[in-house]
């Protein structure tokens, strides 16, 4: 049963820090590019980030670059987001997706999902 899980949502004042978690299970994770996307209210979802299977590779949408860097605990199974400098715009449910043939800004390409967190960058 392949399952990914979100974590670490919350609400934070603008220029604060969150750091979100991606918890998989029933694969193995060491083939799989992670990615994370984000959907605000009345957006589209949008990728945010991607990290290569071993974690050597990342990709960032312009907007984040600088502030939101991913990395990867393969032997946890889990990949991480921290987000640093936040902005109100960030605000969105935050979703974390799984795909072997590698990093894709497509979202259609991802080859399973999690459920998303919530985050909320406001005073």
């Known amino acids: 049963q392949v399952q990914l899980v979100e974590s670490g949502g919350g609400l934070v004042q603008p220029g604060g820090s969150l750091r979100l978690s991606c918890a998989t299970s029933?694969?193995?994770?060491?083939?799989?590019?992670i990615g994370w996307f984000r959907q605000a209210p009345g957006k589209e979802r949008e990728g945010v980030s991607c990290i290569s299977s071993s974690g050597g590779s990342t990709i960032y949408v312009d907007s984040v670059r600088g502030r939101f860097t991913m990395s990867r605990d393969n032997a946890r199974n889990t990949v991480y987001l921290q987000m640093s400098s936040l902005k109100p715009e960030d605000t969105a449910v935050y979703y974390c997706?799984?795909?072997?043939?590698?990093?894709?800004?497509?979202?259609?390409?991802?080859?399973?999902w999690g459920q998303g967190t919530q985050v909320t960058v406001s005073s």
């Open positions: 029933g694969f193995t994770i060491d083939y799989y590019a």
């Open positions: 997706a799984a795909d072997r043939s590698g990093c894709s800004r497509s979202s259609d390409n991802y080859d399973a």
